[in-house]
């Protein structure tokens, strides 16, 4: 388990609590939260990131569990190329010149953008920037990342394509990711679980159940 909601509620006021949830997001799912404007989504990721605390109920995350959020806005450096942007959280850790690199390098390429290192940001599209934004999250290896409608910024086209390549990357590397998306379609084509929220509270979990291959013959 990396984090479980047993009735957790949040109250901004009396007219408006999101809850009572209860959601277990287990090491290798891909669980994409979908629902209308105002039916909760932000809440649920303030909750998960540890930005709000509950007003009521049960919020637990595995010890030591690291969650890293990717957003709308990609806020990447302007000042720094691709690469560099990817490797900042191991400067930040330390690791040395040629590690970090090296990984920055392997990030790069499995989102798609071999060959785009030495790239400013501004000489990037705003699909290649979100894509920039996915490997310095990856990079990391958050225990559990967190997807705010990443995509929704971008043409149907790049929008497609990232979203497949996202779920080639959580079939290849097995990273807990939970999307939050208000696109039905998108959440049901990638992600293995669909938790729909409605009034604030989950309406329904749906169960997809395509594992990733390298999950399939492990009993978890
Ligand atoms: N700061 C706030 N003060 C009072 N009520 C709020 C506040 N933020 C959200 N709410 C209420 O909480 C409920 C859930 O809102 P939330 O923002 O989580 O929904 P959402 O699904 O993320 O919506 P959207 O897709 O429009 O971002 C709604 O009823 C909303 O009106």
């Not at 009521?56 to 690469?83: H, N, S, Y």
């Not at 400013?120 to 290896?141: F, N, P, T, W, Y």
């Not at 938790?195 to 492990?218: C, F, M, S, W, Y």
Request: net charge neutral; hydrophobic share 40%.
């Amino acid at each position: 388990m990396i984090v479980q909601l047993q009735e957790v509620e949040y109250s901004y006021n009396t007219q408006s609590t999101v809850g009572p949830l209860d959601l277990t997001v287990q090491k290798g799912d891909f669980l994409s939260v979908v629902g209308p404007s105002g039916s909760g989504k932000s809440t649920l990721l303030n909750l998960l990131s540890g930005n709000y605390k509950p007003t009521a109920g049960k919020l637990e995350f595995a010890p030591g569990t690291r969650i890293i959020m990717v957003q709308q806005d990609p806020g990447l450096f302007p000042w720094r190329t691709a690469l560099h942007n990817v490797t900042f959280g191991l400067e930040m850790q330390g690791a040395s010149r040629f590690d970090r690199e090296e990984r920055a390098r392997a990030a790069l390429e499995l989102v798609g953008l071999k060959g785009y290192e030495k790239r400013r940001i501004h000489e990037l599209s705003g699909g290649q920037k979100q894509r920039v934004a996915l490997a310095r999250a990856l990079i990391m290896k958050p225990d559990l990342l967190l997807l705010d409608e990443p995509f929704s910024a971008l043409d149907p086209h790049t929008r497609n394509s990232l979203g497949e390549e996202l779920k080639t990357i959580w079939q290849e590397t097995g990273q807990t990711i939970l999307l939050v998306t208000h696109d039905h379609i998108e959440a049901e084509l990638l992600a293995q679980k669909v938790v729909v929220l409605e009034d604030g509270k989950i309406k329904n979990v749906v169960d997809l159940e395509v594992k990733a291959p390298h999950l399939r013959t492990r009993k978890n």
